[in-house]
């Protein structure tokens, strides 16, 4: 059954792109440097999205041109960025185990400096790249010497005839995409029958998280497991494999493409009213009253000593990858 309409519903902007309805309620006017970014959620199956926001011409030229200088303040990676971005590799190349076959053909979209493709391919696998920002697309190419492309999901669609890819990779990209459906679709006519997606995003229930932080300007999106699953069903995946972090709440999953799925609403029973107990009760007293900010950032600051320490003269960034890869994977 449908919630009675809410009154913030009528400067609802943006149809929910899971459920299709217009019925939010608001949750925030502050993103985490708190400028003004109103986001909302949908009362009728729980997903959370930024409402107004820019065109999708002006997201585009965002992305690839101002995003990577604006979240981290550089064109191209430093020594401790690669290192970083290989771990994470690992990481994802161990999630894909049982998955990820030797003949698989794999596509990475939002491939950032090509690490994970870098990574694959030195693992054996056919592994290609897309990227939005100019800047790292190009790093890519030149500094790794990986096949990246600069673009976007959408500019792909067209040119494939037939469905080309065993694996897409979504690492912290889904939370980006204007219209997640449409491109969760897209992603669905890339794949072979039987192919599988894997995606990582932020989760709108880590209670880990700072309050005044939770809302980034980037984040068009953010999703919990029971929203991300639920998108996924209706463009006609299965999840096979899912995972939240203990440290940083982040969702990962892999999902398996359907040939054969009946159509959804998207609506959500109760998930709107448990992510807004959740939030309502992750206070900023609750947080720093809580041990969790403070070993949070114990962590942090022991994991950059180690990686100051990793990437001490280290300037070849392929050569970087390789230790990781060879201490991580053992190969």
């Known amino acids: 059954m449908h919630q009675e309409p809410n009154p913030d519903s009528a400067a609802c902007s943006i149809p929910c792109n899971l459920c299709g309805r217009k019925n939010v309620h608001q949750l925030s006017l502050k993103d985490r440097q708190r400028s003004y970014l109103r986001t909302v959620i949908c009362c009728d199956c729980g997903l959370i999205w930024s409402d107004p926001r820019s065109n999708d011409d002006e997201l585009k030229d965002f992305y690839a041109t101002k995003y990577r200088k604006q979240y981290k303040s550089i064109y191209e990676p430093k020594p401790k960025h690669i290192h970083r971005d290989a771990v994470e590799a690992a990481k994802r190349y161990h999630f894909l185990k049982g998955v990820i076959k030797s003949e698989d053909t794999i596509l990475d979209v939002g491939s950032g400096s090509g690490v994970f493709v870098y990574t694959l391919g030195r693992l054996g696998f056919d592994a290609t790249g897309l990227e939005p920002d100019q800047s790292h697309s190009t790093y890519a190419r030149k500094a790794l010497d ?3 492309t600069t673009g976007f999901i959408q ?88 995972s939240v972090a203990p440290l940083n709440g982040n969702i990962t999953l892999v999902a398996r493409k359907l040939t054969d799925f009946s159509p959804i609403t998207g609506e959500i029973p109760g998930s709107f009213e448990e992510i807004k ?55």
């Open 146 to 148: 990986v096949p990246i």
């Open 277 to 331: 107990k959740t939030l309502e009760h992750h206070t900023n007293l609750r947080h720093f009253t809580s041990s969790v900010p403070y070993r949070k950032a114990i962590v942090h600051f022991i994991k950059a000593i180690r990686e100051q320490i990793a990437v001490f003269g280290q300037k070849n960034p392929t050569h970087l990858i390789n230790k990781v890869i060879a201490a991580h994977i053992g190969k």
């Open 155 to 242: 500019d792909i669609q067209t040119d494939v005839q037939t469905p080309g890819y065993n694996l897409i990779t979504l690492h912290h990209v889904l939370e980006h995409f204007s219209d997640p459906f449409e491109n969760l679709k897209i992603i669905w006519e890339l794949l072979k029958p039987n192919g599988h997606l894997m995606l990582e995003a932020p989760n709108a229930l880590d209670a880990r998280q700072d309050p005044k932080n939770r809302y980034h300007m980037a984040h068009l999106y953010t999703f919990t497991p029971k929203t991300i699953e639920t998108i996924l069903q209706k463009a006609g995946f299965e999840t096979v494999k899912k």
